[in-house]
């Protein structure tokens, strides 16, 4: 297990390494910079903040100076704000971190009980609308889903007016973020537990007389989480990651929010931190999940 970790871990560290590079020159590729588009600069005041930053050297040059701040856990400060960019990052995250909190626990509930109920249900008017609904949500994007659900109940109906303003800034957005992976996760689950319920340990407990609520959830549920254990890690930091274009929406100001503005800002210093910390997490929670898998399941050998 041990040696596992370590592995992952060095790989972990050359992908994050990777990314660095790939977004540090391919943002630095596009013609323009931060202070470009800013009005009634002097050359002299241009050149200065080209300075400060590290605008006036080689990219190469710039890359390494950035990596050698980094490793000494220096963001920089934001080329707009002149803010402190770990600390934009830690209080812009606690908003996205709360909503997709919230979301992911109803993807993942609504997914294990209706893929459950359409598994039991094979081939009657439950699985197939809960399969229906599954494959329509799964088709729909997330900010399609909150353009539309924020038609619906503010427009239409009128209802968000009367929210507070935690609810406005819960509800819809959980709902749109958690509806992808709800209807992924349903139909892993059905797949999955379809295929713990014809195995023979199965049959042999309800020819033994086991309860069938017994077998549901001590014989099948188990197992048939294996693989949805494996998607719940990468949905977490996919959730957090895709809140960019729904924060937009619902006009929460949170860290997809941020980022946003730092791409339309070409805010390089901004830029380079949002998606250093996204690409940390991401790699972070696939991490977890591998370990995770062999907790539930001894069996799983980690290589």
């Given at each position: 297990?041990?040696?596992?970790?370590?592995?992952?871990?060095?790989?972990?560290?050359?992908?994050i390494?990777i990314?660095c590079?790939?977004?540090?020159?391919t943002?630095?590729?596009?013609?323009g910079?931060?202070?470009?588009?800013?009005?009634?600069k002097?050359p002299?005041v241009?050149?200065?903040?080209?300075?400060?930053?590290n605008?006036?050297?080689?990219?190469?040059t710039?890359?390494?100076?950035?990596m050698?701040?980094?490793?000494?856990?220096?963001?920089?400060?934001?080329?707009?704000?002149?803010?402190?960019?770990?600390?934009?990052?830690?209080?812009?995250?606690?908003?996205?971190?709360?909503m997709?909190f919230?979301?992911?626990?109803?993807?993942?509930?609504l997914g294990?009980?209706?893929?459950?109920i359409?598994?039991?249900?094979?081939?009657?008017?439950?699985?197939?609308?809960?399969i229906?609904?599954?494959?329509?949500?799964?088709?729909?994007?997330?900010?399609?889903?909150?353009?539309?659900?924020?038609?619906?109940f503010?427009?239409k109906?009128?209802l968000?007016q009367?929210?507070?303003?935690?609810?406005q800034?819960?509800?819809?957005?959980?709902?749109?973020?958690?509806?992808y992976?709800?209807?992924?996760?349903?139909?892993?689950t059905?797949?999955?537990?379809l295929d713990?319920?014809?195995?023979?340990?199965?049959r042999?407990?309800?020819?033994?007389g086991?309860?069938?609520?017994k077998?549901?959830?001590?014989?099948?549920?188990?197992?048939a989480?294996?693989?949805?254990?494996?998607?719940?890690g990468?949905?977490?930091?996919?959730?957090?990651?895709g809140?960019?274009?729904?924060?937009?929406?619902?006009?929460?100001?949170?860290?997809?929010?941020?980022?946003?503005?730092s791409?339309?800002?070409?805010?390089?210093?901004?830029?380079?931190?949002?998606?250093?910390?996204?690409?940390?997490f991401?790699?972070?929670?696939?991490?977890i999940t591998?370990?995770?898998?062999?907790?539930?399941?001894p069996?799983?050998?980690?290589?």
């Amino acid at each position: 297990m041990l040696k596992y970790v370590v592995k992952r871990i060095i790989l972990a560290l050359i992908t994050i390494f990777i990314v660095c590079l790939i977004t540090f020159f391919t943002m630095n590729a596009i013609p323009g910079g931060p202070f470009s588009g800013e009005k009634a600069k002097s050359p002299e005041v241009q050149a200065v903040l080209e300075r400060r930053f590290n605008l006036d050297k080689p990219v190469g040059t710039q890359f390494f100076l950035y990596m050698g701040n980094l490793l000494k856990g220096d963001f920089g400060i934001s080329a707009k704000t002149g803010r402190n960019i770990s600390d934009t990052i830690g209080s812009k995250f606690s908003v996205s971190a709360r909503m997709g909190f919230f979301a992911v626990l109803l993807a993942i509930f609504l997914g294990v009980v209706f893929g459950s109920i359409a598994a039991l249900t094979r081939n009657h008017l439950p699985d197939r609308v809960i399969i229906f609904l599954s494959t329509l949500f799964t088709s729909l994007p997330s900010f399609v889903l909150g353009s539309f659900l924020l038609v619906i109940f503010s427009v239409k109906l009128g209802l968000v007016q009367a929210w507070s303003a935690e609810k406005q800034n819960l509800i819809l957005p959980v709902l749109s973020l958690a509806a992808y992976p709800a209807a992924y996760i349903t139909r892993l689950t059905k797949t999955s537990m379809l295929d713990v319920l014809g195995q023979d340990y199965v049959r042999t407990a309800r020819a033994k007389g086991v309860a069938q609520i017994k077998v549901l959830f001590l014989h099948t549920l188990r197992n048939a989480l294996i693989p949805v254990v494996t998607y719940v890690g990468p949905m977490i930091a996919s959730v957090l990651t895709g809140s960019l274009v729904v924060e937009q929406i619902f006009t929460i100001g949170g860290l997809g929010a941020e980022f946003v503005t730092s791409i339309t800002n070409r805010d390089y210093p901004m830029i380079m931190g949002v998606t250093i910390f996204l690409a940390v997490f991401m790699v972070t929670m696939n991490l977890i999940t591998d370990i995770v898998y062999k907790l539930i399941d001894p069996r799983i050998n980690l290589a």
